[in-house]
């Protein structure tokens, strides 16, 4: 009996939750269409925008990001230097804007202003600081092998970097490795490749351990427990590279480790470092989100100043 009652009872809670079913809408506002920016700037190189308009998240409308006619202005102290024309227009790219008049220099405030007809005007403003010189840069052990296709050699190598950070004030910096891969064809210099290291670091100096973000293979971070200190930094990166490409009967050696020390805005750090963050909870769906930081009033994306220095450091495997 207490068998057939609890069926009773189960039965009547399906049927009363299925009939409780309702369709919910959701009234969503369309939010307009604003101006994108992406433009990180650094001595004695021109200025290059991109350009490209943002899509509501309910919007069905194709949103074309081709924008020939926007009124691109480079000002300082409120007086334009520069109006940029686009550089290229495709159907399957953002718009880029690139200065031919005015070059970047450091400490000068840099204001872009942005019209386009339809949506609402923009400003940023930002500036270089001073380029931080690497003072010291060291090659230490390195462990090479053939990885499993047999046909490429991964290898990581311990990197010291040292810097002398300027007291009393905060300071950013990004430090990136490249590998310089030269092919064994007369044209050497064509033939160069910068190699971005494919994995992280596994010696990350304790000092920053709990303060950085990676950054297109390179590591962002801030002087919080350094400040006005001579610092050396250790790190591990692990480098590919193909040592022949039998199409072309060509052989490829590293020749060398290229070390360059960014001396980055605030802005530029505030924006690259959510766009860590924001990618690495990407598979945390119960994480916080993390909102993008922007310096663009009225638009979306980052106008920011950098300086940097480079250093090579010759390798033999």
């Known amino acids: 009996m ?14 009363l939750f299925s009939t409780c079913e309702k369709e919910v809408q959701l009234n969503i506002d ?4 604003k101006l994108a920016i992406l433009c990180d700037f650094s001595p004695d190189e021109p200025f290059i925008l991109e350009l490209s308009k943002s899509k509501s998240i309910n919007s069905t409308k194709l949103v074309s990001n081709i924008i020939n006619n926007a009124d691109v202005q480079i000002c300082v102290n409120n007086q334009l230097v520069e109006t940029i024309s686009p550089l290229n227009v495709s159907s399957d790219a953002n718009t880029k804007y690139q200065s031919s008049v005015v070059i970047p220099k450091v400490k000068q405030v ?22 931080i010189e690497i003072s010291h840069s060291s090659i230490g052990e390195i462990n090479s ?3 499993d296709d047999n046909e490429t050699v991964s290898y990581e190598v311990r990197v010291g970097v040292q810097l002398d950070d300027p007291a009393d004030e905060t300071n950013y910096y990004q430090i990136t490795f490249y590998q310089e891969v030269v092919s064994s064809q007369p044209s050497v210099q064509e033939n160069q490749i910068l190699v971005i290291p494919n994995d992280g670091y596994s010696l990350i100096d304790n000092d920053i351990a709990n303060n950085f973000n990676l950054i297109d ?37 590293p020749k060398n480790i290229i070390i360059e020390l960014r ?14 963050r924001q990618s690495s909870q990407e598979n945390t769906p119960f994480s916080n989100p993390t909102v993008i930081y922007s310096n663009i009033k009225n638009g979306y ?17």
Do not use: C, M, R, W
């Open 2 to 15: 207490k068998k057939v009652l609890h069926i009773v009872i189960i039965s009547s809670l399906f049927l």
């Open 30 to 33: 369309e939010v307009d269409s």
């Open 110 to 131: 840099y204001t872009l202003k942005v019209e386009v007809d339809g949506l609402e005007p923009i400003t940023a403003s930002s500036s270089i600081p001073e380029a």
């Open 145 to 147: 092998s053939l990885t």
């Open 217 to 253: 293979g390179g590591i962002l971070f801030k002087d919080l427990t350094f400040n006005g200190t001579s610092k050396e930094f250790v790190f591990q990166p692990l480098f590919y590279y193909k040592p022949e490409d039998l199409n072309t009967n060509t052989t490829y050696f």
């Open 263 to 276: 001396s980055v805005s605030e802005e530029y750090y505030k924006y690259y470092t959510s766009v860590y």
């Open 301 to 317: 994306g980052i106008f920011a100043g950098y300086s940097k220095s480079t250093v090579k450091i010759p390798i033999e495997l």
